[in-house]
């Protein structure tokens, strides 16, 4: 539901809108029932989309005007210059909205103002929720491809159906990073973010009050966390941070600090840390950093096993893995600032389901748009799901989950 505008000459996106609030995704059928025509009228512009029953005569605050000036030099080749008088539109929950910190608080995940480590912006595309049984819209002559044969179990489409079994408050000052159940269900574990505010806690399952919270060193940006059993039967919390290379083990029942390790992840984007797992079947931890890459670990000596890179259905790559959960035998991956979970095969990489959760909590009712879906805990019964300085944590149910 995106409209950028590119300055011709350069390339350069110099105008970028979300109109995902337009005629919202889920009401319009078919997830090919898409966002596409623009014409601009003498004083609007007209936005429509396939199979749309409706057309919009729209206005903005640089819209209709000049989106770019052109000045000549005096070879007479051309030049475009953003218009400076133009201020954007910056919707609810776009990723134009500047994300939150406090002072002197650096944004989470490589989103520095002018950080050469940004996030790719090429990895926007969504692909809107479409029924189970609802196939693609194709003309004619246009062949779709299968990414299935005949038994495959792997899906293709992307998943809106689930159903919400219970609403449950949760602390909203927490900026949610990691979220984990003990194996017995009795406790869930959380680890939040941001320099000089993240935490450990442990949360009672039943009333979702923090039981017990302790405070991460300063210097640390905290980040994923996974319980785990350890080679002598005892329950550890195993946690990440963003920028520092480093990692702690805790006493699941005290949280006391057991050990602190160094690791690496990709040295093109400074070896951070986003998310972790634990695949109990391997003895192995399952780690991203924001890249396409998901990092295999050895549960004891926390040595990389190996590496896999995440494809989508249409098989193009996928960055910006967060949170993460193995359940069912596949790592199931919040994607930072959007609404989608991808359920990734571990020896492949590729994703095998995919959910729309935009429904669930929609963007433009959290406030900024750096509150975004960030959490996944597998429950006896249910998955638990929460976000970034979000008021609440959803029990929800899928077809195939758990």
């Not at 008088?85 to 909205?97: I, M, Y």
């Amino acid at each position: 539901d995106d409209i950028i505008c590119v300055d011709p000459v350069t390339g350069k996106s110099v105008r970028e809108y979300d109109m995902s609030s337009l005629w919202p995704a889920n009401q319009r059928g078919s997830g090919e029932n898409v966002l596409n025509g623009i014409a601009l009228g003498k004083d609007h512009v007209l936005l429509t989309g396939k199979r749309w029953d409706r057309m919009y005569k729209v206005v903005f605050p640089d819209w209709p005007s000049l989106l770019l000036t052109a000045t000549v030099d005096e070879n007479g080749s051309g030049e475009y210059e953003k218009d400076d008088a133009v201020t954007e539109e910056v919707l609810p929950g776009s990723k134009n909205d500047p994300p939150v910190t406090d002072a002197n608080e650096p944004v989470k995940e490589g989103e520095e103002a002018g950080n050469e480590y940004a996030k790719d912006d090429a990895v926007t595309e969504e692909v809107l929720p479409v029924s189970e049984n609802d196939p693609p819209v194709t003309d004619a002559n246009e062949p779709v491809e299968e990414e299935e044969e005949a038994g495959d179990e792997i899906q293709n489409i992307i998943v809106n159906t689930f159903t919400v079994l219970e609403q449950v408050n949760h602390d909203q000052s927490s900026f949610t990073q990691g979220l984990s159940y003990s194996d017995d269900g009795t406790v869930i574990f959380e680890t939040t973010g941001l320099y000089r505010q993240s935490k450990v806690r442990r949360l009672n399952p039943d009333t979702f009050d923090v039981e017990l919270s302790v405070d991460t060193d300063d210097a640390y940006f905290g980040e994923g966390c996974t319980f785990y059993t350890d080679a002598d039967g005892k329950g550890r919390l195993i946690e990440i941070t963003w920028l520092e290379q480093t990692g702690f083990i805790y006493d699941s029942k005290t949280l006391e600090k057991l050990e602190e390790f160094k690791y690496t992840t990709t040295p093109e984007n400074r070896n951070q840390g986003w998310g972790i797992t634990y695949d109990a079947s391997k003895q192995e931890f399952i780690v991203s950093d924001g890249t396409q890459y998901l990092y295999f670990w050895d549960r004891d000596t926390l040595a990389e096993k190996r590496k896999v890179t995440v494809t989508r259905f249409d098989g193009r790559e996928q960055t910006q893995l967060n949170e993460l959960e193995y359940m069912d035998g596949l790592v199931c991956c919040n994607i930072w600032h959007r609404d989608d979970i991808i359920c990734v095969d571990p020896v492949t990489g590729k994703s095998v389901r995919e959910y729309d959760m935009s429904s669930l909590w929609p963007a433009n009712q959290r406030g900024n748009g750096e509150n975004v879906l960030n959490g996944i805990a597998l429950g006896k019964d249910h998955v638990l799901l929460t976000g970034k300085r979000w008021d609440r944590m959803y029990k929800v149910v899928f077809p195939d989950w758990p």
